[in-house]
C-alpha cells in the first residue's frame, strides 16, 4: 500500500522543497476531515491517508511539486539506503542517531511503512526489549503488528511475541520434527506416534499414488488436538517423559507463532518427507507480496535440510525463482528441473522459470538472500 | 470446528505460556480474530509438493547426506 499526501491548499508560498528531497510533517490541527501540517515549517491543509494524532512527526519524500505531492512510504529514490539518509531521517525526526535507530529506520523503508515518529520510536524499544536475535522476517512481523494496531494493543501483544519468538519457527519445526523421528524410534506411544505423524508426514511411498497433502497446510487446529492429547497422556499418569514436555513445548510455540506470523500474511510452515523408507525435514515459506503491489503473488521459499533451497515469486500465471544447487551432478539438476518445468506447465498451466545457481559461483547465496525471502535461510 | 470451540482448547494452551497472558484480553481476543481466519486450503499446494518432490528427487539421486 502506497500513502500519497497530497496538498490540497497552503498559505499562497510556494513550496521550497526540492523534488526527491525529505520533508518532515508536522500534524498540528484537525477539522471536518482535514488536517493542518507544517511540511518543512510552512502551513498547509491536506488530508492523511492515515490515522495520527495531532503532534505526530512523519517524513515524506517529495514526488511532485506542483501541486506538491509528497510520498509517505515510498522511498524507491533510496534503494541504495545509506547511512547518511537514514542519518538525516532520524535527524529531521529529532530521533538519537545510535546502530539501533539507524536500524530500525532501515527496516520500516524495507517494509514499505510510513515513517510516523511515534511508531519509530515504538520499534526502536520493542527491538531493545527483546532478549533474543530476530531473523528479519521477525523483525518485519513486528512492524507489521506496530503499524496495524495503537501503541495500547502493541504493548499487550508485544508480551506474547516475547514469550513465543524467543525461538525462531524453523528451529521449532526441527524440533517437532525430531520428536517425531524418537517418538518412532522409541514408540512409547503408538497412538500419539501416529496421530503426530499423520499432521506432519508427507509419504510419498504411499502405493495409490496421491498423496495426502494435509502435511503441507497450516497445522494449528491439529496441534491444538494433539496438545490436548499429550496433557491427558500425562494427566492419567501414563507418561510422564521430558521428550513430551518438549513436543508441547514447541507445539505451543508453533502455534502461536504462527498465529502472529499470520497477521503479517507470512505463512512460514514444514514438513517430513517419506521417501524410500527415509525421512528428511523440508521447510518452506509463503509470503503474500500484495504490499508490495504484485496482485496475488507470494514470495515462495522451500528448503530442505539437506541444503537444496528454491526460491521465487508465484503468480496464478507463472513461478520465477532459483534453485541451489548444492548437489553437485549439473545435468541431472538441469534435467529435473525441465521435467518439472514441463509438469508445471502441461498439468497447472504454470509457466516456470527457474535458474540454478551454482554454490560455487560467487556471491550465489547473496543472490538468493536478496530476493527478501531471507528467514528460512538466515535461520 | 468453530472458531470458539478452537479458542476455548487454545486458552489450555496458553495457560502454559509463562506471565499470565491466558487474563489478557487483548491477545484474546487477537488470537480469537486470528483463529477464525486460518485459511486451510492454498493455492500454492500443488506448486509446493511438487517442487519439495524434485528437490527430494535430486538429492536421493546425487545421495546427499547431511
Known amino acids: 500500500m502506497e500513502y500519497k499526501l497530497k496538498i490540497l491548499t497552503n498559505t499562497r508560498q510556494k513550496s521550497a522543497a526540492l523534488l526527491h528531497s525529505l520533508v518532515d510533517i508536522r500534524v498540528i490541527g484537525k477539522t471536518e476531515g482535514f488536517h493542518k501540517v507544517l511540511v518543512d515549517g510552512r502551513l498547509y491543509v491536506t488530508q492523511l491517508p492515515l490515522e495520527v494524532e495531532i503532534g505526530e512527526i512523519l517524513i515524506g519524500s517529495v514526488v511532485k511539486k506542483n501541486p506538491l505531492v509528497i510520498s509517505l512510504d515510498s522511498f524507491f529514490n533510496y534503494q541504495t539506503m545509506n547511512s547518511p539518509l537514514l542519518k538525516k531521517i532520524l535527524l529531521k525526526l529529532r530521533i538519537g542517531i545510535d546502530r539501533k535507530s539507524m536500524d530500525a529506520v532501515a527496516l520500516i523503508i524495507k517494509n514499505n511503512k510510513a515513517l510516523v515518529k511515534s511508531k519509530i520510536l515504538l520499534l526502536i524499544k520493542a527491538l531493545q526489549t527483546v532478549e533474543f536475535n530476530l531473523t528479519e522476517g521477525e523483525r518485519s512481523v513486528l512492524v507489521k503488528l506496530i503499524w496495524y494496531y495503537d501503541e495500547a494493543t502493541f504493548t499487550e501483544l508485544f508480551k506474547l511475541f516475547r514469550q513465543s519468538f524467543d525461538v525462531s519457527f524453523n528451529a521449532i519445526a526441527g524440533n517437532i520434527y525430531r520428536s517425531w523421528l524418537h517418538l518412532r524410534a522409541t514408540v512409547y506411544n503408538e497412538g500419539l506416534l501416529k496421530a503426530l505423524e499423520k499432521i506432519i508426514a508427507l509419504n510419498f511411498d504411499m502405493q495409490t499414488g496421491l498423496e495426502d497433502l494435509s502435511p503441507l497446510k497450516n497445522k494449528v487446529d491439529k496441534f491444538i488436538d494433539l496438545y490436548g492429547m499429550i496433557e491427558k497422556i500425562e494427566t492419567d499418569g501414563l507418561f510422564k517423559h521430558t521428550e513430551y514436555r518438549n513436543l508441547k513445548n514447541n507445539l505451543m510455540k508453533y502455534i502461536f507463532q504462527k498465529l502472529i506470523y499470520q497477521h503479517a500474511s507470512v505463512y512460514p510452515e514444514f514438513t517430513a518427507v517419506i521417501s524410500n523408507n527415509k525421512s528428511s525435514l523440508f521447510l518452506f515459506k509463503y509470503e503474500n507480496m500484495q504490499d508490495l503491489s504484485y496482485n496475488e503473488s507470494y514470495g515462495i521459499n522451500i528448503r530442505s535440510e539437506n541444503g537444496g533451497n528454491l526460491v521465487g515469486l508465484l503468480t496464478g500465471k507463472s513461478f520465477y525463482g532459483e534453485l541451489k544447487n548444492v548437489f553437485g551432478n549439473e545435468e541431472l539438476v538441469k534435467e529435473r528441473v525441465n521435467n518439472f518445468n514441463v509438469n508445471m506447465l502441461n498439468t497447472y498451466g504454470l509457466s516456470v522459470n527457474i535458474k540454478i545457481l551454482d554454490t560455487t559461483e560467487e556471491g550465489s547465496k547473496n543472490k538468493i538472500i536478496k530476493r527478501n525471502y531471507e528467514t528460512i535461510l538466515a535461520s | ?66
Open chain 2, 1 to 66: 470446528m468453530k472458531t470458539k470451540q478452537k479458542y476455548n482448547r487454545l486458552k489450555k494452551v496458553l495457560k502454559n505460556l509463562s506471565g499470565n497472558l491466558e487474563e489478557n484480553t487483548v491477545i484474546n481476543r487477537f488470537l480469537e480474530d486470528k483463529l477464525g481466519k486460518i485459511n486451510e486450503t492454498s493455492p500454492q499446494l500443488y506448486f509446493t509438493v511438487n517442487a519439495i518432490k524434485m528437490i527430494n528427487d535430486i538429492e536421493s539421486k546425487t545421495n546427499r547426506v547431511v
